[in-house]
């Protein structure tokens, strides 16, 4: 495989010195007959810091030549062209964004390349310039595949934390530990739930979907000491520990959640807080990004505190987010790698900043952006979400032994499928008064079947 060219991304401010960098170097590699600019094409999901890496691809292609097209769709949109053009060898993509629970199926598969051979690869000087030694192996662990190694580059990371209205807490004379456990948060949900002044005490999302409740359940579920599957891949949904996060998560949501809550998945309840409707908060660690945004109704309002703990276990927050990888039908190898080391370099998180401000900055990639002073000022969370995010535990999530890793996406190919159908059992759960054993025999059924379909029963 060709040895990948590092290139250093220079500021636009700094336009007379980028001038002079790109005339001491080599630029973009021809294309496959040397006669042109070579091209790549990037298959993305169509979020935030996706939109921001395509707005910024024009600066990688002025300092090497190298073209960048993309394909932008939803994320389950995105999901699935990827996989139908990677699983037959198509070559229509050269690199491709995935998912923590999606990166070790691809590099198993052969989909897409190991990431650390590349990264060996490169020389002394690239090697320095690049600092792989920066990334967080909290998320580089997400990404990671036991048997194939890192199957793709954190582009970024997240988390999960609490969040709550320091106001609320200090009208209402309570103190948030910086450690809570999931019965306090209950308690200080109920106290401050006020539906005269149309205030929920807990903002938690109940939507159903793998994606959606059961990102944030999963984490419940782990602190009350449950799992998904039991060492011999029979489910593990039929244990006093599993009807105890069930019935704990009902609680919540019926006592000091939203109306309608199986209607709020994470943009809803995102809303719910950064409008001032909301007292406390779980989910995701960029979710911060927008209370202290500039048209947040809740800036310098906030408090943050890790993942609550339960009675089996603490330190039970996820890593999440999305990485790059690289296909092996891909014809551009070098110049997608490039382009990959290009987007998660430092300089880049340099050139965003510059150019969008450092709240738009990717975050959980880099240790190094957390440190940056200019970070620290506008993200009061951030050494908070640094150390939940190298506290995270991805290889031993639960408190028993797991034949599978991953903590809020369990990283198997079954658990967009089952995870999909137990969270609509959730969901209809919490919002009604069914029997908690009728509830669990089913989402217990509904796993033992996708891990026979599987071939691991």
């Not at 209950?186 to 401050?192: E, P």
């Not at 007292?279 to 048209?295: C, L, M, N, R, W």
């Not at 240790?367 to 290889?395: F, G, I, R």
Request: net charge negative; glycine share 10%.
């Amino acid at each position: 495989m060709p040895k990948a060219h590092m290139r250093k991304v220079l500021a636009v401010s700094a336009a007379s010195a980028l001038a002079v960098g790109l005339a001491g170097c080599s630029g973009g590699s021809s294309g496959g007959d040397g006669s042109g600019p070579k091209k790549i094409v990037v298959a993305s999901v169509n979020n935030g810091p996706m939109m921001t890496m395509q707005e910024m691809a024009p600066e990688f292609t002025k300092e090497t030549g190298i073209e960048v097209e993309f394909v932008m769709l939803t994320e389950n949109d995105i999901r699935s062209k990827i996989q139908q053009d990677v699983a037959v060898n198509g070559g229509q993509f050269d690199v491709v964004t995935l998912g923590t629970n999606d990166a070790s199926t691809y590099v198993e598969s052969g989909w897409t390349e190991p990431i650390e051979p590349l990264l060996d690869a490169m020389s002394d000087e690239e090697k320095e310039a690049y600092d792989a030694d920066d990334l967080i192996a909290g998320t580089l662990a997400g990404f990671t595949s036991e048997k194939a190694g890192l199957g793709a580059i954190p582009l970024y990371g997240e988390s999960t934390m609490l969040m709550y209205r320091t106001d609320l807490f200090e009208a209402a004379g309570l103190t948030m530990p910086e450690e809570p456990t999931w019965e306090e948060v209950y308690d200080f949900a109920t106290q401050l739930n006020d539906p005269a002044t149309g205030t929920v005490g807990m903002a938690l999302r109940g939507k159903a979907g793998y994606g959606e409740n059961m990102y944030v359940f999963n984490t419940i579920m782990n602190a009350f000491g449950a799992q998904i599957a039991n060492e011999d891949w029979t489910g593990a949904y039929d244990t006093p520990e599993m009807a105890e996060a069930w019935e704990f998560y009902r609680k919540l949501q019926q006592d000091a959640g939203a109306r309608e809550v199986t209607s709020n998945g994470y943009t809803e309840t995102l809303n719910l807080m950064s409008s001032g409707k909301a007292a406390i908060y779980y989910d995701a660690t960029v979710s911060a990004d927008v209370f202290e945004g500039e048209d947040s109704a809740v800036k310098g309002k906030m408090g943050y505190a890790m993942s609550p703990a339960g009675p089996g276990k603490g330190n039970t927050q996820t890593v999440g987010g999305w990485g790059l990888a690289l296909t092996t039908s891909s014809k551009q190898k070098d110049a997608a790698f490039d382009f990959m080391t290009w987007v998660t370099s430092k300089d880049y998180v340099q050139l965003v900043a510059e150019k969008k401000g450092w709240l738009n900055v990717l975050t959980g990639a880099r240790a190094s952006t957390y440190e940056a002073p200019e970070y620290q000022a506008v993200a009061p969370y951030a050494s908070l979400v640094l150390n939940s995010l190298e506290k995270v535990d991805w290889t031993h999530p639960a408190v028993g032994e797991t034949p599978y890793v991953g903590n809020s996406l369990p990283a198997i190919p079954e658990w967009a499928g089952m995870g999909e159908q137990i969270g609509q059992t959730l969901a209809e759960y919490v919002s009604g008064s069914g029997d908690t054993d009728a509830a669990l025999a089913k989402a217990q059924d509904i796993a033992n079947a996708a891990f026979k379909d599987g071939g691991r029963q």
